[in-house]
């Protein structure tokens, strides 16, 4: 299995500032180890840019933010898996809790995005994570279990293992500088793995389990030694080529 190293650039960059970075990025990575795959999730108007500046690099792959679970249609603002790939996507994030939580985003629409986005071609990165609140009062089993079987409910069971992957990001280590600590991290990733193993049995050692949250190029090595950690996703740290690709590299 190769580690998935990935960037969510959020709602940052204009497409020169975006194109520029992925160019430093690609130059910093082209003796990108074997067991490494790269993706950058990056806003919708630089995709295209993004996608010109990776032109003849093929170990980092691109991705969108968020699709809408139709080919087209009157879906104002709205982007279709089918437009992603238009524009050099492989990749799209469902479910990230800041569009749960702003957007308003509930699990059963997150599931559709992601059996939608799988049956179009891209792969997916369903995000899940608990709330401090949910946490303190003891819902961290129910919360993620929850999450994962509206956001899978309705995905072929026979997917691709390295065409979805979860990534666990509590919404408390989002862009707060506090990092889960290892039993915290390795106690939701097994959650998941059990979950996996009873939803998607035949690929469920090879579906790559994503930690986010504050990851940093100082914190990455170790976070990726803990069990059932097979990559990170990476917001604040990832903006910059330098740090990212500490991070990769980690
Ligand atoms: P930070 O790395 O900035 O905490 O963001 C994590 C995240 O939300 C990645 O999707």
């Not at 524009?87 to 992601?114: M, N, P, Q, Y």
């Not at 509590?170 to 600590?181: K, Q």
């Not at 915290?184 to 996996?196: D, G, M, P, T, Y």
Request: with cysteine; net charge neutral.
């Amino acid at each position: 299995m190769k580690t998935l190293m990935a960037a969510n650039w959020k709602m940052y960059k204009n497409k020169e500032e975006a194109s520029a970075t992925l160019a430093d990025l690609a130059l910093r990575l082209t003796a990108l180890p074997q067991n490494r795959e790269v993706v950058v999730f990056a806003p919708f108007t630089a995709l295209s840019a993004c996608s010109s500046a990776l032109a003849d690099n093929s170990h980092i792959a691109l991705g969108g933010q968020n699709c809408y679970p139709a080919a087209e249609g009157a879906f104002t603002g709205e982007i279709s898996p089918t437009m992603l790939l238009n524009c050099g996507c492989a990749w799209v994030l469902a479910g990230h809790s800041e569009r749960r939580s702003l957007i308003g985003e509930t699990d059963v629409f997150v599931g559709k995005k992601t059996a939608y986005a799988l049956n179009a071609g891209l792969n997916v990165v369903l995000c899940i994570g608990e709330t401090s609140g949910e946490r303190d009062s003891g819902k961290l089993t129910d919360v993620l279990v929850r999450q994962l079987e509206a956001g899978l409910a309705d995905i072929s069971t026979d997917i691709a293992a390295e065409r979805i992957a979860l990534a666990y990001e509590p919404v408390w280590a989002i862009g707060t500088g506090r990092v889960a600590g290892p039993t915290e991290i390795a106690e939701s990733h097994a959650v998941v793995r059990n979950f996996l193993k009873k939803r998607l049995p035949r690929q469920s050692q090879d579906i790559r389990i994503l930690y986010g949250g504050s990851v940093k190029p100082e914190n990455t090595k170790e976070i990726m030694t803990l069990d059932n950690v097979n990559g990170v996703l990476v917001g604040g740290a990832s903006l910059q080529a330098e740090s990212f690709s500490r991070i990769v590299l980690a």
